[in-house]
């Protein structure tokens, strides 16, 4: 089975963040990696609150969690996604 890398790019969408990670984990397709790329800016509230949403899935390794120093935009949260992706497939969920 390939590997598909799926990209969550979030900028303040914390109360939504969760429900669209756990569609993805929720998948009968096992070869999944799950990337979320937090563009809100460390230490911004929602950055925190999207952390507290995913933490337990962060600590057990389940989905890779990078967040942005800084807001940057869709298109380069998107492209971070992009780096830290190990996939044969790409597929962006936003």
Same mark, same amino acid.
């Given at each position: !089975?390939k590997?598909?890398s799926?990209i969550?790019p @979030?900028?303040?969408? #914390? /109360?939504?963040i *969760?429900k669209?990670v756990d569609s993805?984990?929720?998948q #009968?397709? *096992? /070869?999944?990696?799950v990337i979320v790329v937090d563009?809100?800016?460390?230490g911004e509230i929602e /950055? /925190?609150?999207?952390?507290?949403? +995913?933490?337990? +899935?962060?600590e057990?390794?389940?989905?890779k969690y990078?967040?942005h120093?800084?807001n !940057?935009?869709?298109?380069?949260?998107?492209?971070t996604?992009?780096r830290?992706? @190990?996939?044969?497939?790409?597929? +962006? +969920?936003d």
């Open positions: !089975m590997l598909v799926v969550i @979030t900028y303040k969408g #914390s /109360q939504y *969760r669209a993805i984990i929720n #009968s397709y *096992r /070869q999944i990696e563009d809100n800016g460390v /950055q /925190q609150n999207t952390w507290s949403a +995913l933490r337990d +899935l962060i057990s390794n389940q989905i990078v967040p120093e800084h !940057m935009n869709g298109s380069a949260a998107r492209n996604g992009f830290n992706s @190990t996939g044969e497939y790409i597929c +962006l +969920l």
